[in-house]
């Protein structure tokens, strides 16, 4: 059960020493992975007098410029999995993230994939920040959390150990954060395979010594956030939903109108065949384009898609009734609020229901 842990340093003269010293403490059997972007205060050349302390264990890789965490961690990576490593745990320098945790880490690992430092459950907790900043990492954290559907209650730690198959199932060269955002990156990408992730209670510290490396990083991993957010497959679905309802309004009323005025068909049949049709092409480009469904059972599949389009239609004119008639609300905001909660209402259930996956 070999075990490597990687850690980024940029500037780190004043801790290096120290957490190497303490990892191999609490886990002298580990190897360490120091990934120095040539760091202008000796940072580098420290590891590289205590490689002679602790020859085979502890090496040293230097990137000839400082490329963000995100591709730190990735180059170690890629070390790591170029070599009998099982288990490859990512951690900071500066005792932010104490060696003290990593045999509990380390032993959860054998039962699963990525083993979090986890902040944010019983018995976890932060020394060293004020309310303010506490307060910004929790929201942050729910907010991320909500919109990539990670289930992990931290999702934005970076004290993790990774299982070498996960990270071999991984596109590295593809991933889209080079900052602080590549740790909830990967969670994503586990939540995308899957993945099988436990929680280990830590506190987490607030750095004695050195400068943080967080200066503007906040936009950034909220970029990177909403682009993975993008990339769910929900939201896109959402939006081929959306799509595809706005086509079928022009088609529904370009039949009506067309039946109406040229042919002169009476009103309440051309109504009838002007949303037939557009129902029938709504459920046939879902089908095919929003869930790519392959169901065999085509005909039971069209009835509950037509039932729940039908509810949403008595639903969109019962709010409406309700926000105008007893919430007095203006008819134009009652309009948005409707139709806002009737997309959500027809999305889900026929995701869930018409379209579920088998």
Known sequence: MKTLIVIPTFNEKENIKRIINAIFYFVPKAHILIVDDSSPDGTGKIVAKLERKYPRKLYLLTRAKKEGLGKAYVAGFRWALGRPYQFIVSMDAD????????????????????????????????????????????????????????????????????????????????????????????????????AKIAEVPIVFADRRAGESKIAGELTKSAKIVLRLFMRRRVVRQAAKFMTIGLANVFVDWGIYFALTRWIHLDEIPSRIISSSIALTSSYIFNRIWTFQSRDRAVAQQFVKFI????????????????????????????????????????FGLTKMWAFRDK
Do not use: C
């Open 95 to 194: 005792f932010s993230h104490d060696p003290k945790y990593l045999p509990e880490m380390l032993k959860a690992a054998l039962e699963n994939k990525i083993v979090i430092g986890s902040r944010y459950i019983p018995g976890g907790g932060i020394l060293g920040w004020d309310w303010k900043r506490q307060f910004n990492s929790r929201i942050a954290n729910i907010v991320t959390r909500l919109m990539l559907g990670i289930k992990a209650k931290d999702a934005t730690a970076g004290y993790k150990v990774y299982h070498r198959s996960f990270l071999k199932s991984l596109p590295l060269s593809k991933l889209v954060s080079s900052g602080y955002a590549f740790q909830v990156e990967m969670l994503y990408l586990a939540k995308e395979r899957m």
């Open 307 to 346: 039932i729940v389009n039908g509810m949403g239609l008595v639903w969109n004119n019962l709010l409406f009734a309700f926000f105008i008639k007893t919430l007095h609300i203006y008819d134009l905001i009652a309009l948005v609020l409707t139709t806002v909660i009737v997309f959500f209402w027809n």
